[in-house]
């Protein structure tokens, strides 16, 4: 099934390895770090410019306005 991020942009939930809080990011230095290797390598795509979440899949990390609970109940609501 396809998952909406935001700014239509959708990716398959079987490829999502992980949904976090971006705020998280403030308090954890390894997320901070995990970013700006993603972004310095190019596997990081902002959807906006005040993420509510970053979804990590196997390929890229997109930084989406949707939070991570709202995207977490769309992937709990599919067909398993």
């Known amino acids: 099934m396809l998952l909406h ?13 992980a949904i976090i809080d971006y705020s998280t990011i403030q ?4 997320n901070q770090e995990f970013l700006k290797t993603a972004e310095e ?7 906006t410019d005040k993420p509510h ?8 990390i997109y930084l989406s306005p949707i939070s ?3 995207l977490a109940k769309r992937v709990g609501e599919f067909p398993k």
């Open 41 to 47: 390598e190019g596997f990081l795509m902002s959807l």
């Open 5 to 17: 991020i935001g700014q239509d942009i959708s990716i398959f939930s079987k490829d999502i390895v």
């Open 53 to 60: 979440s970053f979804v990590v899949t196997i390929d890229r």
């Open 27 to 30: 308090e954890s230095e390894s």
């Open 68 to 70: 991570a609970i709202t």
